[in-house]
């Protein structure tokens, strides 16, 4: 039997969303304790190599939350395909970063941090629930506002800024299932 796409967004919806928000904090934690204990030309590096592994991380994880991604015997919904056009977006980003990047490299934090966040915004409208949209905009005030406060510490203070949206985020989602408060 079909399912409608309604029917789909609700399936969609009732998951757990763990694995990739995991994923993402566990990559910031690595970027901003590389910008605390090495140059910041090995973090550059860590910055591009641990965001860019974000989804593979996840995938990982998701065998451990429950979720597993790679599940094939799933009925396919097509807000998986939704979600996955939302990371495709946070990857095609990097076409603005590493341009920035080459000319200013402390520019990459405030890119990378901002740029990938854009796919709370649709993730949110999905789930119908308003973390997504605080996350993004919480992320961006915070990445824009440190990277003009700190610009000694960019590597530092963005990424765990990042990590603090992302423990907020997590307690939101790993909570939101007990209530149908903040429901969009």
């Known amino acids: 039997m079909k399912t409608t796409l309604e029917q789909q967004r609700e399936e969609f919806t009732g998951r757990k969303f763990l694995a990739t928000p ?3 904090l566990i990559a910031w934690i690595l970027v901003g304790f590389s910008g605390l204990f090495f140059p910041d ?3 550059v590096w ?5 965001t860019g592994c974000i989804v593979y ?4 994880l998701s065998k451990f939350t429950g979720e597993d991604f790679l599940d094939k015997s799933k009925p396919k919904n097509e807000f998986d395909a939704l979600f996955m ?3 495709g977006q ?3 980003v990097y076409a603005i970063a590493i341009p920035f990047f080459l000319v200013d490299y402390t520019s990459l934090p405030l890119t990378v941090g901002i740029l990938t966040g854009t796919m709370w915004l649709p993730f949110s409208w999905i789930i119908k629930h308003w ?3 605080v996350h993004a905009l919480l992320r961006t005030i915070l990445v824009v506002v440190l990277w003009y ?3 000694e510490h960019r590597f530092v203070v963005i990424p765990f800024s990042i990590v603090m949206v992302y423990i907020i985020t997590l307690l939101v989602l790993k909570n939101r299932r007990k209530s149908n408060r903040g429901m969009l």
């Open 22 to 24: 995991l994923a993402g």
């Open 57 to 60: 991380l996840a995938l990982l």
């Open 85 to 87: 056009f939302t990371v």
């Open 46 to 50: 860590v910055l591009f190599i641990a």
């Open 131 to 133: 973390i997504g949209i």
């Open 149 to 151: 406060m700190f610009p």
């Open 90 to 92: 946070a990857v095609l």
């Open 41 to 43: 030309k090995i973090t």
